[in-house]
């Protein structure tokens, strides 16, 4: 049995947890949760957002499952993203934005996975008020930061059978920052001669994904382009409800949903946990139980494509317990089916 950290977190995160708890009991799946509470309600109650002993959970077990937090904006704590990407070094933010025939939308064939740079450029946080009327922000580009992450993105392509990776930038205006970062690319290109590999100007980028996403295939970029770009690929696929991500380090991984804590639904029972449960698969894969995360993706497929049991934001009739119990039906089918 496998110990994963787990976090609670705010808003819908209590909703989408309790529907990963029953989906992983019912596929039998050989993990143990550590389970944590964090968010706005544990700052609230001990002025921490993570308690010590769940940071300490993550640093024994090295693999965490993190669902959404809230993060005020312009005030109170940072983000917990961008904290834990940057305290454990997780600098690799996978997200993966593949059409499912269950979900109609103008771009069935898209299959996109967004390398983005978690660790530096805007995210890292040096900004200065220079006076109330004028605030600067420093954008941080390095060597060392962008070659491992176009490293990444070309194992990954190499590993999983992908043809052409995209370096995406702003380099014609951002010449030393950007320029930096694609000159690297271009130089890590050239150690993977059996992938193609182009650039694309970040604006330009935007427009071809939504004329035609399947141009594209394994795209690489620093955080912020990152954190827009693939809130679109997410678009293309029928919304962030449907995209899971991975951030991992050298020998520590994080998994969440890119979608943030939806407070305008919390507490109503219609929060939609794919994503979730797609990034929960994702840890599976990694964790070396890839045949219990296919298990479950297949269930919630045959879910998705009988019809109306998903949650309303792809247009289903279901809450998120009912379209929880047709996973579950459908996982124990399976598994009968392959006994
Ligand atoms: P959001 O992703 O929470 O919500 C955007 C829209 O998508 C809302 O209409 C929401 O109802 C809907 N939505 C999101 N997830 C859904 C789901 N699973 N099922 C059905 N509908 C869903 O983004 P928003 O509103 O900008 O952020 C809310 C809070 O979440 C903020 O405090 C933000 O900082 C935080 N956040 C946290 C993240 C994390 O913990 N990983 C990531 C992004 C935002």
Known sequence: MKTVTFFRGDGIGPEISDSVFAIFKAAHVPVAFDVYDVGAAEYERNGKLVPDAAFASFERTKVLLKSPITTPIGKGFRSLNVLMRKKYDLYANIRPAKSNPAVVTPFPNTDIVTFRENTE?????????????????????????????????????RKNGRKKVTCVHKANIMKLSDGLFLRVFEAVAKDYPDIISDNMIVDACCMNLVLDPTRFDVLVMENLYGDIVSDLTSGLIGGV???????????????????????????????????????????????????????????????????????????????????????????????????
């Open 121 to 157: 450029d805007l995210y890292a946080g040096v900004e200065e008020k220079i006076s109330d009327d004028e605030m600067h922000s420093i954008k941080i580009i390095t060597r060392q930061k962008s070659e491992r992450i176009c490293r990444a993105a070309f194992d990954f392509a």
């Open 241 to 339: 409800g449907l995209m899971p991500s991975a951030n991992l380090g050298s020998d520590m991984a994080m998994f969440e949903a890119v979608h943030g804590s939806a407070p305008d639904i919390a507490g109503k029972g219609i929060a939609n946990p794919t994503a979730f449960l797609w990034s929960a698969c994702l840890m599976l894969d990694h964790i070396g139980l890839k045949e219990y995360g296919d298990l479950i993706r297949s269930a919630v497929a045959n879910v998705m494509n009988a019809g109306t049991a998903t949650t309303p934001d792809i247009g289903g009739t279901g809450t998120t317990t009912t379209y929880t119990d047709a996973i579950i039906q459908e996982i124990k089918r399976l598994a009968a089916m392959a006994a």
